[in-house]
């Protein structure tokens, strides 16, 4: 193979806090993922947290599609500049009514170049383990050229927070049992992440 130049660097990872919700839960997942992940890849992998909640996305407001690139707000551009960077991402996700967060969602569809052949893991949470808001999730990444691992985190609201409040955030308590498919998740995007980042590469993106 021609230039593989990249092959040796470590994969750069962004763990995405998709709820913006006031007394939400998942920057604590976030920083229990962060550190348990930078721990299991070591030089493999890079990471990041990216706080949805930082950005003030308002509702979709470009006039152009996201697939056409031509991004008119300030907003918008910040948000393609840091999405750019990363080569894939574990998306932290309630699920809200049976489905992902509404800002996430939105936040998604601003943009597509940016998301294109990149890989993504998923640490969920809800009263069932937030699994329907994944599978509303990789049907829209799909959409945006997003590769999806199979491996996923689902944590109960009762099992893993202790949560005596619920009005209160609670405090995260994961069972040992998810140490075991996190590492799997992992393992697996790192993997996709470099395949796909030198499938870019050889694209010249």
Request: proline share 6%; net charge negative; no cysteine.
């Given at each position: 193979?021609d230039n593989l130049s990249t092959s040796d660097q470590p994969v750069?990872?962004?763990?995405?806090?998709?709820?913006?919700?006031?007394?939400?839960?998942?920057?604590?997942?976030?920083?229990w993922l962060r550190e348990a992940a930078t721990t299991h890849l070591?030089?493999?992998?890079?990471?990041?947290?990216?706080?949805?909640?930082?950005?003030?996305?308002?509702?979709?407001?470009?006039?152009?599609?996201?697939?056409?690139?031509?991004?008119?707000?300030?907003?918008?551009?910040?948000?393609?500049?840091?999405?750019?960077?990363?080569?894939?991402?574990?998306?932290?996700?309630?699920?809200?009514?049976?489905?992902?967060?509404?800002?996430?969602?939105?936040?998604?569809?601003?943009?597509?170049?940016?998301?294109?052949?990149?890989?993504?893991?998923?640490?969920?949470?809800?009263?069932?383990?937030?699994?329907?808001?994944?599978?509303?999730?990789?049907?829209?990444?799909?959409?945006?050229?997003?590769?999806?691992?199979?491996?996923?985190?689902?944590?109960?609201?009762?099992?893993?927070?202790?949560?005596?409040?619920?009005?209160?955030?609670?405090?995260?308590?994961?069972?040992?049992?998810?140490d075991e498919v996190m590492r799997r998740m992992l393992d697996e995007?790192?993997?996709?992440?470099?395949?796909?980042?030198?499938?870019?590469?050889?694209?010249?993106?």
């Open positions: 193979m750069r990872l962004a763990v995405v806090v998709g709820s913006t919700r006031p007394g939400r839960r998942g920057p604590q997942v976030a920083e070591g030089e493999r992998a890079t990471l990041e947290v990216v706080d949805l909640a930082r950005f003030g996305l308002p509702l979709l407001d470009e006039p152009m599609p996201a697939a056409i690139g031509d991004y008119r707000n300030s907003h918008t551009k910040t948000w393609a500049a840091t999405i750019d960077q990363f080569d894939g991402f574990v998306f932290v996700a309630p699920e809200y009514n049976h489905s992902m967060p509404a800002a996430l969602k939105n936040a998604i569809d601003f943009l597509f170049a940016e998301w294109n052949n990149k890989a993504a893991g998923f640490v969920s949470y809800g009263l069932n383990g937030g699994t329907r808001a994944v599978e509303h999730l990789r049907l829209s990444l799909a959409e945006v050229q997003v590769a999806t691992v199979r491996s996923q985190v689902a944590l109960g609201l009762f099992t893993d927070f202790d949560i005596p409040d619920m009005t209160q955030p609670g405090t995260f308590a994961p069972a040992d049992h998810h995007l790192a993997d996709w992440a470099l395949a796909l980042r030198l499938l870019r590469e050889r694209a010249g993106r």
